[in-house]
C-alpha cells in the first residue's frame, strides 16, 4: 500500500478550524458546554474493579491485542481479521481514506458533520459532493436526493455519519439498508462514522452495516462518545479483511500501534459493554430534558429555533437573530469561561448555528445553562 504515498506527500491539508477552535479554548475554559460526547469516566471509576498496577507498559501489536479483537469480534459479529485497531476515530479516518481514495476521484459526504471525514481527501484532490442534512426538513436524511446524487456523480465513495454530529439525526434500520442497497447499486464504497451508535433508545430498530454490506462497507467506531472514554485513544475500523490488510500496512507509518493501557481498559470496559452503553443513554436522555426546558425559554425570549436531536449527545441550536455565531461564543466564553462551538467550524453555511452538548455532568449543565440564558438576554 505504497502506491498513494507520493500523493501523501503532496498534501496540504487545509487548516481544522473546528480543532483549531478546541486549541485555543478547551483546556483554558471552565466549562466546555459545546463537547459532543459525554463526561469522561475517571480512572477511578475504571480501576475499582480493575487491578491494572502491575501491568507491564509494552508495545501493543499493530493490529491490536488479541482479547480486545476477540471482544469486538463478539460485538460486532464479525471475525478478528476484519478489524483493525486504530489510535482513536481520528486515525481510522485518516488511514481508510488514504487507503480507499485517489486524486479525482468523487465521494458524497453528508453535511454538516465532522470537517475530518472530508478535508483530509479534499487535500490530495478529491472531489467531495455534499448530501445535505437540512434544517427546515428536521435534518432528516432524504434518501431520494442521495439516489439523485449518486446517479448524477457516481462516485466512488459515500460518507455517512449517524448519529449525526452535530445535529442528532439518526437513521433507522430500513434507512440503512437502503443507503446500503443504494451505494451497491452504483458500485460505491460506504463509510460509515458511527461513533454515537449506541446513543439511541431505539435498539429494537439497530442494524450492523458491516453486515449488510460487507463487499465495500467501511465502518468506524471508538470508545470516545458512547462509552465517554476519550481519553484512552481507542477506535477501530471494521472492513473486509483485504481492506484491513491495506489499512494496517498505512499504520505502520503513523501511530504503529496504541498504548498499552488504553487498550488494556479497553478491554475491561468491552466485556461490559451493554451496561456502558445503557448507562450512558440513560444519562445522556436525563440531561436533554434539562436542556429541553432551558431552551423552550430561551427560544421566545431570543429567537432560537431547533430540532430536537434523535441520538447522541448534542445539539445544532440556530440563533435566528445573529449572521455569524462565532462572536457570541467568543464574548460568552470571555465573560463566563464557558465554552460553545460556532456552527462556522462546520462550514460558512452554518453561521448562524451554535453546538451545544449535553453530556457534561448534570449540576454543571445547569450551571452553564443558566448563565448562557442570562448572557442571551443580555447580549446586544
Given at each position: 500500500m505504497l502506491e498513494n504515498y507520493s500523493t501523501i506527500r503532496k498534501m496540504k491539508i487545509k487548516a481544522f478550524e473546528l480543532e483549531n477552535w478546541y486549541s485555543k479554548y478547551e483546556f483554558s475554559s471552565k466549562y466546555n458546554l459545546s463537547a459532543s460526547g459525554l463526561s469522561p469516566y475517571t480512572l477511578r471509576d475504571l480501576t475499582n474493579e480493575i487491578n491494572?498496577?502491575?501491568?507491564?507498559?509494552?508495545?501493543?501489536?499493530?493490529?491490536?491485542?488479541?482479547?480486545?479483537?476477540?471482544?469486538?469480534?463478539?460485538?460486532?459479529?464479525?471475525?478478528?481479521?476484519?478489524?483493525?485497531?486504530?489510535?482513536?476515530?481520528?486515525?481510522?479516518?485518516?488511514?481508510?481514506?488514504?487507503?480507499?481514495l485517489e486524486p479525482k476521484d468523487k465521494m458524497i459526504v453528508v453535511k454538516p458533520t465532522y470537517p475530518a471525514l472530508y478535508q483530509v481527501a479534499e487535500s490530495f484532490g478529491v472531489e467531495t459532493i455534499e448530501w445535505k442534512l437540512e434544517f427546515e426538513k428536521d435534518f432528516k436524511p432524504n434518501l431520494l436526493?442521495?439516489?439523485?446524487?449518486?446517479?448524477?456523480?457516481?462516485?466512488?465513495?459515500?460518507?455517512?455519519?449517524?448519529?449525526?454530529?452535530?445535529?442528532?439525526?439518526?437513521?433507522?434500520?430500513?434507512?440503512?439498508?437502503?443507503?446500503?442497497?443504494?451505494?451497491?447499486?452504483?458500485?460505491?464504497?460506504?463509510?460509515?462514522?458511527?461513533?454515537?451508535?449506541?446513543?439511541?433508545?431505539?435498539?429494537?430498530?439497530?442494524?450492523?452495516?458491516?453486515?449488510?454490506?460487507?463487499?465495500?462497507?467501511?465502518?468506524?467506531?471508538?470508545?470516545?462518545?458512547?462509552?465517554?472514554?476519550?481519553?484512552?485513544?481507542?477506535?477501530?475500523?471494521?472492513?473486509?479483511?483485504?481492506?484491513?490488510?491495506?489499512?494496517s500496512n498505512l499504520r505502520c507509518y503513523t501511530t504503529l500501534c496504541n498504548n498499552y493501557l488504553g487498550e488494556y481498559f479497553a478491554q475491561k470496559v468491552l466485556e461490559n459493554e451493554s451496561e456502558y452503553r445503557k448507562k450512558g443513554l440513560e444519562f445522556a436522555k436525563e440531561n436533554y430534558k434539562i436542556l429541553e426546558e432551558k431552551l423552550e425559554s430561551l427560544k421566545q425570549k431570543f429567537n432560537i429555533n431547533y430540532v430536537k436531536?434523535?441520538?447522541?449527545?448534542?445539539?445544532?441550536?440556530?440563533?435566528?437573530?445573529?449572521?455569524?455565531?462565532?462572536?457570541?461564543?467568543?464574548?460568552?466564553?470571555?465573560?463566563?469561561?464557558?465554552?460553545?462551538?460556532?456552527?462556522?467550524?462546520?462550514?460558512?453555511?452554518?453561521?448562524?448555528?451554535?453546538?451545544i452538548g449535553f453530556g457534561m455532568q448534570t449540576e454543571k449543565l445547569k450551571h452553564c445553562l443558566d448563565l448562557l440564558e442570562k448572557f442571551c438576554l443580555s447580549f446586544e
Open positions: 491494572f498496577l502491575d501491568t507491564p507498559l509494552y508495545y501493543c501489536p499493530a493490529t491490536g491485542n488479541n482479547k480486545l479483537l476477540e471482544i469486538l469480534s463478539k460485538v460486532h459479529s464479525v471475525s478478528t481479521n476484519e478489524i483493525l485497531l486504530t489510535n482513536g476515530a481520528i486515525e481510522a479516518i485518516f488511514i481508510s481514506q488514504i487507503a480507499l436526493e442521495l439516489e439523485k446524487l449518486l446517479k448524477e456523480n457516481l462516485p466512488k465513495l459515500l460518507v455517512i455519519n449517524f448519529p449525526n454530529n452535530p445535529t442528532g439525526s439518526r437513521l433507522t434500520k430500513l434507512e440503512m439498508e437502503k443507503i446500503c442497497n443504494l451505494v451497491k447499486k452504483y458500485n460505491c464504497y460506504l463509510l460509515s462514522d458511527e461513533v454515537y451508535k449506541g446513543l439511541d433508545s431505539n435498539f429494537d430498530d439497530d442494524y450492523n452495516t458491516y453486515k449488510i454490506y460487507s463487499e465495500k462497507a467501511i465502518v468506524i467506531n471508538s470508545l470516545s462518545k458512547t462509552y465517554a472514554l476519550p481519553g484512552l485513544r481507542i477506535g477501530w475500523i471494521i472492513a473486509n479483511p483485504e481492506f484491513i490488510e491495506k489499512c436531536p434523535q441520538a447522541g449527545a448534542s445539539i445544532f441550536l440556530k440563533f435566528e437573530n445573529l449572521d455569524d455565531t462565532e462572536n457570541f461564543c467568543a464574548e460568552f466564553e470571555k465573560k463566563y469561561s464557558i465554552l460553545l462551538l460556532p456552527g462556522n467550524k462546520f462550514g460558512t453555511e452554518y453561521k448562524k448555528f451554535v453546538r
